[in-house]
């Protein structure tokens, strides 16, 4: 199907120490069968769920060794969880296989409306976190999450968060040298 990457939610809930085992093995078992179909699975760090900051993270790295075991890293959760995104990321950088990535303001539980979560109009050091990614050598996908479009947004008002967002990454990559 030439699907290279699959992303789930951690589950659980924060600060149960079974939750976060549970989570683990089921994220071991879940990438022994994802390996069989050559595809990786990756986790995020979630607010509120079992793995939901860097630690637990990097909890779930040291725990499972596999090749098709990876992290998605949301630098809006890491930032909701308290941490900065900017010096989070190279902690977990090794096993980074997919970046979402969105703005957001304060660290409320959502991500606030769609307006705030565009690049560059939020609370998070996305040219930090940029710089740490482009010297960390990563190389792979990095996808806008916008949470929270419905039928009431148009299609210019979910167009603009998107080109808002392109140009304001896009002008980071360039003077950080990596476009």
Do not use: W
């Not at 976190?129 to 479009?149: N, R």
């Not at 392109?166 to 980071?172: H, K, M, T």
């Amino acid at each position: 199907m030439k699907i290279p990457i699959v992303n789930v939610g951690p589950g659980g809930k924060m600060n149960v120490e079974e939750d976060l085992a549970a989570s683990i093995d089921k994220l071991a078992s879940m990438s022994e069968k994802a390996a069989s179909f050559g595809v990786t699975l990756c986790v995020k760090a979630h607010v509120g769920n079992a793995i939901h900051n860097t630690p637990t993270t990097l909890r779930a790295m040291d725990a499972i060794p596999s090749p098709a075991f990876g992290i998605d890293m949301d630098p809006s959760h890491i930032h909701r969880a308290g941490e900065q995104a900017e010096e989070a990321l190279p902690a977990v950088l090794n096993r980074v296989k997919h970046i979402h990535i969105r703005d957001c303001l304060g660290k409320e539980q959502g991500p606030g409306p769609i307006e705030l979560q565009a690049c560059g109009r939020g609370d998070i050091d996305l040219y930090g976190y940029c710089k740490a990614m482009v010297d960390g050598g990563y190389d792979g996908p990095v996808v806008l999450e916008v949470i929270g479009a419905s039928p009431e947004h148009s299609l210019a008002q979910v167009s603009i968060v998107a080109a808002e967002s392109y140009g304001y990454l896009n002008a980071i990559l360039k003077n950080l040298g990596a476009r």
